[in-house]
């Protein structure tokens, strides 16, 4: 008898034990960086209706299985889970390099829009495309055709925006070592209006100066803020051994521009606001998402230095302004640990 009241006791201290654990798992509010470990390039985050965010990135392979458009869904911006293929079955006109997502709701339309680039292996040079689903995850359906086609990667990296000030929906894109540029979309958002142009908004920069990071510019990424259009982009060399990657910024009273860079408007060396530190190395591609606070959060790709191998994968930070412009940490990713997202 005696043996078993212990037993019980034993059982009840365990018990008592984990959830002692568990409370302070759920209460801990610091995180590392990185929150993804696996390839993960060219994050774009949203907060969708279901209270989840959901973060979308290039293509890669997993298992053996080509993933289209990798889907990674979280609570907190910190725990992600693989939940698939947001594009499972390819458009008929592309292939292959199922590069930087972005994802937009309507709510009026009720219709999430899925923005990416992709190539077919009989015709040179990237298109940029637009699929639709109802649901978050997916899966979306491409429209039947691509949206714009062009020479070698220029059309890549597009990223949808709706201007709170004048209600255009906007799409920004650009690469290839020419410049990064925005067009109005129809009321659709399945092509661009009719009787507009694209217009240029930020050059490459063409020199060997290693603090140059602006030779290719991409990725661009845009968020309003104090009445100010934050334009986030990205150079030069995203990858490799010789991976010289960092994000700039630019910023404008109009979504359309013209922009002025932190460069022109501070006289800086460049435009950098994050680089490499010795622990990541070509930060940058990155999109921008609120915790429940309002608080600003920078989401991104890095590589570790010590294990390049595992690819470009996910790190966030906070950004805070000083004098106008973002300020995240000293100019480079986090290494200690930091407050976590505030999210109901």
Not at 126 to 151: M, N, Q, W
Not at 212 to 218: A, F, K, M, S
Not at 282 to 308: C, F, L, M, R, T
Request: proline share 5%.
């Amino acid at each position: 008898m005696k043996t078993k009241s212990y037993l019980k006791i034993f059982l009840l201290v365990l018990i008592l034990i984990s959830n002692d654990i568990k409370a302070q798992n759920s209460k801990e509010t610091t995180f590392q960086n990185p929150v993804y470990k696996s390839d993960f390039a060219d994050p774009t985050v949203i907060k969708a209706g279901d209270g989840f965010f959901y973060a979308y990135g290039t293509n890669t392979n997993v298992s053996g299985k080509t993933i289209h458009i990798q889907t990674l869904k979280s609570k907190d911006l910190v725990e992600w889970v693989f939940v698939g293929d947001a594009l499972p079955i390819k458009p008929k006109w592309a292939d292959k390099d199922f590069w930087a997502p972005h994802v937009l709701y309507d709510a009026k339309l009720k219709m999430y829009y899925l923005y990416y680039s992709g190539e077919s292996d009989t015709k040179e040079g990237k298109c940029l495309g637009v699929a639709v689903s109802k649901s978050p995850e997916g899966p979306f359906v491409d429209k039947g055709e691509p949206l714009l086609c062009g020479d070698s990667f220029i059309n890549i990296d597009p990223m949808a925006f709706d201007d709170p000030q004048t209600g255009k929906k906007l799409l920004y894109w650009g690469s290839g070592f020419e410049a990064l540029k925005v067009r109005e979309l129809s009321e659709d958002r399945l092509s661009f209006k009719t009787g507009t142009s694209a217009k240029n908004l930020i050059n490459p920069i063409r020199n060997n100066d290693p603090a140059n990071y602006q030779n290719l510019v991409e990725g661009s990424w845009i968020s309003y803020h104090d009445g100010f259009y934050y334009l986030y982009y990205s150079g030069d060399n995203c990858c490799g051994d010789k991976a010289h990657y960092a994000v700039m910024i630019a910023r404008s009273k109009n979504a359309e521009g013209p922009f002025e860079t932190l460069a022109e408007a501070e006289k800086k060396e460049n435009s950098v606001i994050l680089s490499k530190n010795k622990k990541w190395i070509a930060p940058g591609h990155n999109s921008i998402v609120n915790d429940d606070k309002g608080q600003e959060w920078i989401v991104y790709h890095a590589i570790d230095a010590d294990s390049p191998k595992s690819g470009r994968i996910v790190l966030i930070d906070k950004i805070t302004y000083k004098n106008g412009w973002p300020i995240i940490n000293s100019g480079s990713p986090s290494i200690v640990k930091i407050l976590k997202p505030i999210v109901k």
